[in-house]
């Protein structure tokens, strides 16, 4: 029988949270320049309120989680080339985000999210992205 706590020890959890650090960076460099343009530029206020107001908001919401999943394993991929993806270092990269989330939740009052938070629906929607994304690699 194999030994679970072998198989964790061997993962390359260095280079995930490396990948998993670097995708969170860009997505608070992206919503600093978005929050930045917002109060800059006065006509794109009222288009992003219409666009984050009901239903309509929450799916957007959903989808840019989405799409970050989907970017960590694109990151994965491009920059940390000596990682062999498999299903188990795509179920850790789903777990570092989900680390780095509560992180950046304890941490909100420096940094207010504006797409990302760590709530179950997120949660479910960067799994979904990483595996949407690393679905060559299950």
Do not use: H, N
């Not at 706590?5 to 969170?24: D, H, K, N, Y």
């Not at 997505?27 to 666009?51: D, H, S, Y």
């Amino acid at each position: 029988m194999r030994d679970p706590i072998r198989q964790l020890r061997q993962l390359p959890w260095a280079e995930v949270f490396s990948c998993t650090g670097l995708v969170f960076l860009l997505v608070i460099a992206l919503e600093a320049m978005i929050v930045f343009g917002l109060v800059r530029v006065k006509a794109i206020a009222p288009l992003f309120a219409l666009l984050f107001q009901g239903s309509l908001g929450y799916i957007v919401l959903l989808l840019v989680a989405v799409l970050v999943g989907a970017l960590a394993v694109l990151v994965l991929e491009r920059f940390f080339g000596s990682v062999r993806i498999q299903a188990s270092v795509l179920w850790a990269l789903v777990g570092s985000m989900m680390v780095l989330l509560v992180v950046r939740s304890l941490l909100a009052s420096i940094v207010p999210p504006l797409f990302l938070s760590a709530s179950f629906e997120c949660l479910m929607a960067l799994t979904i992205g990483v595996f949407w994304k690393g679905r060559p690699y299950w």
